[in-house]
């Protein structure tokens, strides 16, 4: 799997978006990037994922640059209950085999009134 | 809306002392997980379960661990002899297909070893 790069911490503004980067530099054609957060040792929860076009959905949008060799979260208008650690992940699909997730120090994000 | 269910939320045990945690997945899924945090730390993958046995594990996942999904409905670990080291938060995550996607945890059991 590609090794992941992430900021250790950021702050937003509430209301504001959170961009929150990656850089995926090795990442082969085949990986995904998968982002999930941590809230305050909560389990880990999914958040978006995508190939090489960009991706929205209720929770966020993904931008993965044209080389896909980095990308960047963005939560439109953070809220304080966005505040957590957020985990870029790039793995290969493997199909119905079960995948393990890898997490990596990912960045806590720190929404501030 | 269906949650991954864990149970204790905190459990201290002697330390040779065997523990069993448990988990409830969610009704309609296929695929578990247990992932373990220890304090400060990343969260690690220990196993993953499908169709009654082992389908991936980590060099965390040594003898001492075991899974057992005993009655289809619940999904257990268990620690034989536990150590001080085994002292983490334990995630237990389920999945109706293989996606990583969709591996939803639930909210953890903290393991105390004195």
């Known amino acids: 799997d590609a090794k992941t790069t992430q900021p250790p911490s950021m702050d937003c503004a509430e209301g504001r978006a959170a961009n929150l980067p990656c850089n995926h530099s090795?990442?082969?054609?085949?990986?995904?990037v998968y982002w999930y957060r941590q809230i305050h040792s909560q389990g880990p929860q999914y958040i978006i994922h995508?190939?090489?076009n960009n991706e929205t959905n209720e929770m966020a949008s993904l931008i993965i640059t044209e080389d896909r060799k980095s990308s960047t979260l963005i939560l439109p208008h953070a809220t304080l209950r966005d505040t957590a650690v957020y985990y870029c992940?790039?793995?290969?699909?493997?199909?119905?085999?079960?995948?393990?997730?890898?997490f990596g120090g990912g960045t806590r994000l720190m929404v501030k009134p | 809306e269906p949650e991954v269910t864990q149970t204790p939320s905190h459990q201290v045990t002697q330390m040779g002392q065997e523990v069993i945690l448990r988990c409830v997945p969610i009704?309609?899924?296929?695929?578990f997980y247990w992932y373990r945090q220890i304090l400060g730390q990343k969260v690690e993958f220990l196993v993953s379960?499908?169709?009654?046995?082992?389908?991936?594990k980590s060099e965390i996942f040594d003898d001492q661990f075991s899974v057992e999904r005993p009655d289809g409905s619940n999904f257990t670990l268990k620690i034989r002899s536990t150590k001080l080291e085994d002292s983490a938060m334990y995630f237990c995550?389920?999945?109706?297909?293989?996606?990583?996607?969709?591996?939803?945890f639930g909210p953890g059991t903290r393991l105390t070893v004195t």
């Open positions: 995550a389920s999945g109706e297909t293989g996606l990583i996607y969709e591996q939803y």
């Open positions: 090795t990442i082969s054609g085949n990986e995904y």
């Open positions: 995508g190939l090489k």
């Open positions: 992940i790039v793995r290969v699909f493997f199909g119905n085999a079960g995948n393990m997730l890898t």
């Open positions: 009704s309609n899924h296929l695929y």
């Open positions: 379960f499908y169709n009654n046995e082992i389908s991936e």
